[in-house]
Nanobody, 113 residues
Framework: QVQLVESGGGLVQAGGSLRLSCTAS????????MGWYRQAPGKQRELVAS??????YYADSVKGRFTISRDNAKNTVFLQMNSPKAEDTAVYYC????????WGQGTQVTVSS
């Protein structure tokens, strides 16, 4: 089994930057596709970005501002958040993109305007 732990959340000013990390432990040899999701109060959880092999995907709302990357040697996936906006405020989760894949516990990101 794979366990995921997020870190790096916090309070950031609009227009600033923040980097989230998601470190995997356990059966990490099975890890390929990973995703970052977010859930704001009263809203459904949504996919923000994903990475699989050399390919990446971004939701339109974050394209050009957020960057997903990975360090395979450290079993870590990152989400670099540049120029965040107030509407990016949410709990951010990483997720192993396989059937019944595990989720991290989430990390709160609050963007002050």
């Amino acid at each position: 089994q794979v366990q995921l732990v997020e870190s790096g959340g916090g309070l950031v000013q609009a227009g600033g930057s923040l980097r989230l990390s998601c470190t995997a432990s356990g059966s990490t040899f099975s890890i390929n596709a990973m995703g970052w999701y977010r859930q704001a109060p009263g809203k459904q959880r949504e996919l923000v970005a994903s990475i699989a092999g050399g390919s990446t995907y971004y939701a339109d709302s974050v394209k050009g501002r957020f960057t997903i990357s990975r360090d395979n040697a450290k079993n870590t996936v990152f989400l670099q958040m540049n120029s965040p906006k107030a509407e990016d405020t949410a709990v951010y989760y990483c997720h192993l993109l396989v059937l019944h894949g595990p989720w991290g516990q989430g990390t709160q990101v609050t963007v002050s305007s």
